[in-house]
């Protein structure tokens, strides 16, 4: 009995110094997250009862580590425990992101409680400009079949693009969060998720559009349509997948409501983008008929609003 | 140095005078000549050289100035592993970059409003923002370089994309056509690839090894987008 206890002892001491290290590898990004100090004060508490030394030892350095992650949101150290990320992790999440699967939950899995800014703020202003560019190029194929297309570069086409996709993944973001705590009283098991994790999700799941908007240049409807639909389904999937966990222990309507209020926002937006910035192309390029170069332009009506209407 | 030995081993107090007698023999007062005033070195050479830069003429300022800013430029021409850029930053030579691209940028006033190319204004902050926004990415990534360095190195590199906006200037006083897009095409992608190039060799080595994709990947977005303001760029 004595060698059992014996073991039983050198297995809690152990446990206990692995918990006590952990909160390194967790915390020290400075997620400002509740639950990883939860788990240092259980290992505190347990690993304190194994011996008076260590109780002191544990809950110094539980103290020291609890005063360094939290810097003043006034110093340069905060913000930079948000861009504490490798370049292999960032490629990680996003591919994450891009093969969502129905068990793997995105914030726990690859964001592992450590959620970045790097990602969010560089997909989104990709997509802009991506998006303004492609746009663009659309005006120039457009113009090489009707001559009569004037071509501009459309600069304020950047700034709109910019704005949306920012507010995009702020505001909505922010709003899915602030509800989600709001009904954190009727869950018990699973905390929500912090403000940085929800733009991190939204962020990520914005990858998928950059290829599709590039391959949207391809002059073929029902293609664009196609692409546009597999893009959306595969981001709205690694929305939804990453929600379900926090939203399945509320009520059945709250989260049937929530859930589509969140694909119904994304799908918005990925038609916006698709109307705003791709006008469709005019029909395959008339023979090029000698007579009616001869006719003024402005007796003529312009061809390319009956094209459109296709 | 025997002198000084036989006092060392006679610590008494009647020897107090013959200690001090003995000093006096073996000071170096009569080998170097311990008088004179004590000045502090600096602080003359750089009273000599403020009144030196005041009293020069206005022409040897600037051409120093000048001078500093076009040796720069070589080394963004011909990127070597060398620290001038880094050492000796001004930002002298981003501001004439910048307002030379955005002068030829800006699209002129009897334009609509909506559809042209970018303003003059909305090249500066593309510019200038998009340089601090890659700068504060790479100090919060961990990298060690200073604010104001980077903010040089990525304006120098602007150099390369404003020849080729002067190439594409004069190469749209020619016919249009597909051969003058191809040309123009073809100089824009070989400056954009300069840019990044001398950009890198500068800015890389200032990561952390595993981050340098995620330091070097703004840099690369910003010089697509200047290239792509220069490519679509139509006289009107």
Same mark, same amino acid.
């Given at each position: 009995?004595?060698?059992?206890?014996?073991?039983?002892?050198?297995?809690?001491?152990?446990?206990?110094?692995?918990?006590?290290?952990?909160?390194?590898?967790?915390?020290?990004?400075?997620?400002?997250?509740?639950?990883?100090?939860?788990?240092?004060?259980?290992?505190?508490?347990?690993?304190?009862?194994?011996?008076?030394?260590?109780?002191?030892?544990?809950?110094?350095?539980?103290?020291?580590?609890?005063?360094?992650?939290?810097?003043?949101?006034?110093?340069?150290?905060?913000?930079?425990?948000?861009?504490?990320?490798?370049?292999?992790?960032?490629?990680?999440?996003?591919?994450?992101?891009?093969?969502?699967?129905?068990?793997?939950?995105?914030?726990?899995?690859?964001?592992?409680?450590?959620?970045?800014?790097?990602?969010?703020?560089?997909?989104?202003?990709?997509?802009?400009?991506?998006?303004?560019?492609?746009?663009?190029?659309?005006?120039?194929?457009?113009?090489?079949?009707?001559?009569?297309?004037?071509?501009?570069?459309?600069?304020?086409?950047?700034?709109?693009?910019?704005?949306?996709?920012?507010?995009?993944?702020?505001?909505?973001?922010?709003?899915?969060?602030?509800?989600?705590?709001?009904?954190?009283?009727?869950?018990?098991?699973?905390?929500?998720?912090?403000?940085?994790?929800?733009?991190?999700?939204?962020?990520?799941?914005?990858?998928?559009?950059?290829?599709?908007?590039?391959?949207?240049?391809?002059?073929?409807?029902?293609?664009?349509?196609?692409?546009?639909?597999?893009?959306?389904?595969?981001?709205?999937?690694?929305?939804?997948?990453?929600?379900?966990?926090?939203?399945?222990?509320?009520?059945?309507?709250?989260?049937?409501?929530?859930?589509?209020?969140?694909?119904?926002?994304?799908?918005?937006?990925?038609?916006?983008?698709?109307?705003?910035?791709?006008?469709?192309?005019?029909?395959?390029?008339?023979?090029?008929?000698?007579?009616?170069?001869?006719?003024?332009?402005?007796?003529?009506?312009?061809?390319?609003?009956?094209?459109?209407?296709? | 140095?025997?002198?000084?030995? @036989?006092?060392?081993? %006679?610590?008494?107090?009647?020897? +107090?005078?013959?200690?001090?007698?003995?000093?006096?023999?073996?000071?170096?007062?009569?080998?170097?000549?311990?008088?004179?005033?004590?000045?502090?070195?600096?602080?003359?050479?750089?009273? %000599?050289?403020?009144?030196?830069?005041?009293?020069?003429?206005?022409?040897?300022?600037?051409? @120093?100035?000048?001078? +500093?800013?076009?040796?720069?430029?070589?080394? $963004?021409?011909?990127?070597?592993?060398?620290?001038?850029?880094?050492?000796?930053?001004?930002?002298?030579?981003?501001?004439?970059?910048?307002?030379?691209?955005?002068?030829?940028?800006?699209?002129?006033?009897?334009?609509?409003?909506?559809?042209?190319?970018?303003?003059?204004? %909305? $090249?500066?902050?593309?510019?200038?923002?998009?340089?601090?926004?890659? /700068?504060?990415?790479?100090?919060?990534?961990?990298?060690?370089?200073?604010?104001?360095?980077?903010?040089?190195?990525?304006?120098?590199?602007?150099?390369?994309?404003?020849?080729?906006?002067?190439?594409?200037?004069?190469?749209?006083? +020619? %016919?249009?056509?597909?051969?003058?897009?191809? $040309? @123009?095409?073809?100089?824009?992608?070989?400056?954009? /690839?300069?840019?990044?190039?001398?950009? /890198?060799?500068?800015?890389?080595?200032?990561?952390?090894?595993?981050?340098? +994709?995620?330091?070097?990947?703004? $840099?690369?977005?910003?010089?697509?987008?200047?290239?792509?303001?220069?490519?679509?760029?139509?006289?009107?």
């Amino acid at each position: 009995m004595a060698a059992a206890d014996e073991l039983a002892f050198h297995e809690f001491e152990e446990a206990s110094n692995l918990l006590a290290e952990t909160p390194d590898a967790v915390t020290t990004s400075g997620s400002g997250q509740l639950t990883p100090q939860g788990h240092v004060a259980v290992a505190v508490d347990s690993g304190g009862s194994y011996g008076a030394e260590e109780e002191v030892e544990e809950s110094d350095k539980t103290a020291l580590l609890q005063e360094k992650q939290q810097p003043g949101f006034w110093t340069f150290g905060y913000y930079q425990s948000f861009f504490d990320v490798d370049t292999c992790q960032v490629l990680d999440r996003i591919k994450g992101s891009l093969l969502p699967r129905p068990g793997h939950n995105f914030v726990r899995h690859r964001l592992r409680n450590r959620p970045d800014l790097y990602g969010p703020f560089w997909i989104c202003a990709t997509l802009a400009f991506v998006l303004a560019v492609t746009g663009n190029l659309t005006l120039v194929l457009a113009q090489r079949r009707d001559p009569s297309i004037h071509y501009s570069p459309q600069f304020h086409k950047v700034t709109v693009a910019g704005v949306t996709i920012y507010c995009y993944v702020w505001l909505v973001p922010l709003a899915l969060w602030g509800f989600l705590r709001w009904r954190k009283r009727v869950r018990e098991r699973v905390g929500p998720y912090t403000f940085l994790e929800t733009v991190c999700v939204y962020g990520y799941s914005l990858f998928v559009f950059i290829p599709t908007v590039v391959l949207w240049l391809i002059p073929v409807p029902w293609l664009q349509w196609l692409f546009g639909a597999l893009a959306l389904a595969l981001s709205a999937a690694s929305l939804v997948f990453a929600l379900w966990p926090v939203v399945r222990e509320d009520t059945r309507l709250v989260a049937a409501v929530l859930l589509s209020t969140v694909v119904l926002l994304h799908a918005l937006l990925a038609t916006g983008c698709k109307f705003y910035f791709f006008q469709p192309l005019p029909l395959e390029p008339l023979a090029p008929p000698p007579q009616a170069t001869s006719l003024p332009l402005n007796l003529l009506p312009p061809p390319t609003p009956r094209s459109q209407v296709t | 140095m025997s002198d000084l030995q @036989r006092l060392m081993m %006679e610590p008494t107090d009647h020897h +107090a005078q013959a200690l001090f007698a003995g000093l006096s023999d073996i000071s170096i007062s009569q080998d170097i000549p311990v008088e004179g005033e004590i000045t502090i070195p600096m602080r003359s050479h750089i009273r %000599e050289f403020d009144s030196s830069t005041l009293n020069e003429s206005v022409q040897n300022t600037i051409m @120093r100035d000048l001078k +500093a800013v076009g040796k720069k430029f070589m080394h $963004v021409l011909y990127p070597r592993k060398s620290n001038t850029l880094l050492r000796d930053w001004d930002l002298w030579g981003p501001l004439i970059l910048c307002v030379t691209l955005a002068l030829m940028l800006q699209r002129s006033s009897v334009d609509s409003e909506k559809d042209g190319g970018p303003q003059f204004a %909305e $090249v500066f902050v593309i510019v200038w923002f998009g340089a601090v926004t890659i /700068t504060l990415n790479s100090k919060l990534l961990g990298g060690n370089i200073s604010f104001f360095q980077s903010l040089c190195v990525l304006g120098y590199c602007i150099l390369p994309l404003t020849v080729a906006m002067l190439v594409c200037r004069l190469v749209l006083l +020619a %016919e249009q056509g597909p051969i003058n897009f191809m $040309v @123009r095409l073809f100089v824009v992608i070989v400056m954009f /690839t300069w840019s990044i190039v001398a950009s /890198t060799a500068f800015l890389a080595d200032s990561q952390p090894p595993n981050r340098k +994709a995620l330091a070097i990947y703004p $840099v690369f977005l910003f010089y697509f987008v200047i290239s792509w303001m220069i490519l679509t760029f139509t006289p009107q």
